[in-house]
């Protein structure tokens, strides 16, 4: 069973540092890998799409990387903002049909002033 | 476009009794899903679909029903709601396989 393991749980960094999260899974054999943001009380917002066969994608001050060898996904946000504080959650494509998602437990994001 | 919507956005129900939730997107999406996120427990896959009159199981699907009879509309359907389904459930869709997946905002449920 696939497994998605998001560590750590919460971070908290002052406004202009560099985030990194992080997202490991155990099977490698996946279609893709989305990173979502999602802010209290609502609905989930897509961020990056990563397909199996690429390394990266990248949108502004966001990268994502895979690595299906080592069972990792890295999302980089550059010079963080308070507006960046929020709950970003990775999600794996298992390749069955229907598209479904298997989510990790999600990274809560604080951005101090 | 509207993009993926949900309602309503929060109910309460009394233990046995049912309900629907509804969800609509406008972009012509084949695939819709249904998930529910609690606490430690992250998004669970209920029910999906790929098309119109196609749908599936998914992780946890007891005490729920879907039917799709059109592109746009996909229907959760709680037949006799119990505490355990106190939740909040997310509507998704995509144009194809492989695609990016768009959440509607979420119905939060509470079952007394």
């Known amino acids: 069973k696939q497994e998605v393991t998001q560590i750590p749980a919460a971070l908290s960094v002052p406004e202009g540092e560099n985030l990194v999260l992080n997202c490991s899974f155990t099977?490698?054999?996946?279609?893709?890998l989305q990173w979502f943001r999602q802010d209290p009380g609502k609905g989930l917002t897509s961020l990056l799409l990563i397909q199996s066969s690429q390394r990266e994608q990248t949108s502004g001050r966001l990268n994502a990387s895979l690595d299906k060898s080592s069972g990792r996904s890295t999302l980089y946000i550059a010079a963080s903002q308070p507006g960046d504080s929020a709950t970003y959650l990775c999600a794996l494509n298992r390749g069955a049909a229907g598209n479904k998602l298997t989510f990790g437990g999600g990274t809560r994001v604080l951005v101090k002033p | 476009n509207a993009g993926v919507t949900q309602t309503p956005k929060f109910q309460v129900l009394k233990t046995g009794q049912s309900m629907t939730l509804q969800c609509a997107q406008d972009?012509?999406?084949?695939?819709m899903s249904w998930y529910r996120q609690d606490p430690g427990m992250g998004l669970r896959l209920i029910h999906y679909?790929?098309?119109?009159?196609?749908?599936d199981q998914g992780e946890v699907p007891n005490g729920y029903n879907v039917s799709r009879s059109t592109t746009e509309d996909f229907p959760l359907r709680l037949l006799s709601a119990a505490p355990s389904q106190t939740s909040v459930y997310f509507c998704?869709?995509?144009?194809?396989?492989?695609?990016?997946?768009?959440f509607g905002p979420g119905t939060r449920l509470l079952v007394l």
């Open positions: 679909s790929v098309g119109a009159g196609i749908t």
């Open positions: 998704a869709s995509s144009y194809r396989e492989r695609a990016t997946q768009y």
């Open positions: 972009m012509n999406h084949e695939y």
């Open positions: 099977d490698s054999a996946i279609y893709n």
